[in-house]
């Protein structure tokens, strides 16, 4: 399948803003499911008496109950993530079969130039609302919610080694995660796949299926042995490295350096759906979920081919690239924003959370206008040469 004569594909002639706009809805998505979770009585408590709500009301149940695959629509950033970072490198090494060695400096310069303003704005506006919410007494801080799993889950740690281990990208590994700032642990994933890429370049400079085995023989190393045998960040980010991977399988197809349309590879990924079902009966998560991982990339692979031979069906998702542009901050901002709106509803409801989807659709809009305007501060200066369309020629994407 490897082509030696690395003839470009034909998606090279498109431009790729609809995935600016793909990335924004991901995000939108992960935040919107946030929402849901923390500023409404939950499904269970609605089963109890759905005589209460109106039509409207029932559609909304049902309509939102749609948007709690949180977890999994951050895949859909590791293969974003992955395809956009190996692109321009794969048509560097599609047009020279000698191109110059990797500047690691340089690279990793960029990913923390790209990662860290948001990032630490988001730990500074974690702190300043957690502080805020446990001083006025907010039951959500103190795990005192009527929501058992509310409770369990959001948990704000202030310290000073849980501070250090989020910089240094080691949270849910050995620190928790940032205040309440749950989302921040996909970050951990993203920062050691960036720093492991180039040692991923040097394989797949050699061969595109060859640096795919390697990946894939790591991860199920991982799966397979995990803790204690290997080291806990090693297992936790090599068992998910090869859903990044598949990003970069997508840009070395595109590129001309494997030899498979992008119709047959959505068709051999979709064909992994169902499997990636049974997956979660496994005791590996990361199985069930790098077998998503390949349906997603085979979704996206035909989501090319579309922009390719339908481009104006495409034409929304171009649309929404404003969002694409923000939609990291967006990520490391909305949970303690939307946290600190929990607490006051029930500080305000007698610690009851509302039969009403009225606050869930004010936290949206709240959310979105605040990391919209943020991302001025935190995006926009560090990304302003990259502001265009994104091009098959490389693009950064941080989530």
């Avoid at 079969?97 to 860290?116: C, Q």
Wanted: proline fraction near 6%; aromatic fraction near 14%.
């Amino acid at each position: 399948m490897e082509n030696t004569t690395y003839t470009p594909h034909p998606l090279l002639r498109q431009t790729l803003g609809f995935l600016d706009g793909l990335r924004g809805l991901a995000a939108l998505y992960v935040m919107i499911g946030h929402a849901r979770w923390l500023l409404w009585e939950g499904y269970q408590a609605y089963l109890t008496h759905p005589a209460q709500y109106t039509t409207a009301g029932k559609a909304l149940v049902y309509g939102l109950a749609l948007f709690r695959y949180g977890h999994e629509a951050v895949l859909v950033f590791f293969i974003l993530s992955g395809f956009l970072i190996h692109n321009s490198y794969a048509r560097k090494l599609s047009a020279n079969a000698s191109p110059p060695p990797f500047d690691y400096a340089n690279y990793v310069g960029r990913r923390a130039k790209r990662i860290l303003p948001p990032l630490l704005l988001g730990l500074l506006l974690t702190y300043g609302l957690d502080t805020v919410g446990t001083a006025l007494g907010y039951s959500i801080y103190s795990q005192h919610t009527p929501s058992e799993q509310i409770n369990q889950n959001v948990i704000s740690h202030l310290d000073g080694r849980t501070l250090l281990g989020n910089l240094l990208f080691l949270e849910t590994a050995y620190v928790p995660v940032w205040g309440s700032n749950g989302p921040l642990w996909s970050l951990m994933y993203e920062w050691w796949f960036y720093l492991l890429y180039p040692l991923f370049y040097a394989l797949n400079r050699r061969g595109p299926l060859r640096s795919l085995l390697a990946v894939a023989a790591v991860s199920a190393l991982c799966w397979l042995a995990g803790e204690p045998y290997l080291p806990k960040i090693l297992s936790m980010v090599g068992s998910y490295w090869l859903c990044w991977v598949l990003g970069t399988l997508l840009a070395d197809v595109l590129q001309g350096r494997l030899r498979i349309t992008t119709p047959a590879l959505t068709g051999l990924s979709m064909a992994l759906l169902p499997y990636s079902m049974l997956g979660r009966h496994l005791p590996a998560g990361a199985v069930a979920d790098t077998l998503l991982a390949v349906a997603l990339t085979g979704l996206l692979a035909g989501l090319l081919w579309v922009n390719q031979t339908h481009a104006r069906w495409l034409g929304p998702l171009v649309r929404l690239r404003w969002l694409g542009n923000s939609s990291y901050t967006l990520y490391v901002t909305h949970f303690p924003i939307l946290v600190l709106l929990n607490g006051w509803v029930l500080s305000t409801t007698d610690n009851a959370l509302p039969a009403s989807f009225g606050y869930v659709l004010v936290g949206i809009l709240l959310v979105l206008s605040i990391a919209y305007l943020l991302h001025f501060f935190t995006e926009v200066p560090f990304t302003k040469k990259r502001q265009k369309p994104t091009q098959l020629t490389g693009a950064v994407l941080t989530l």
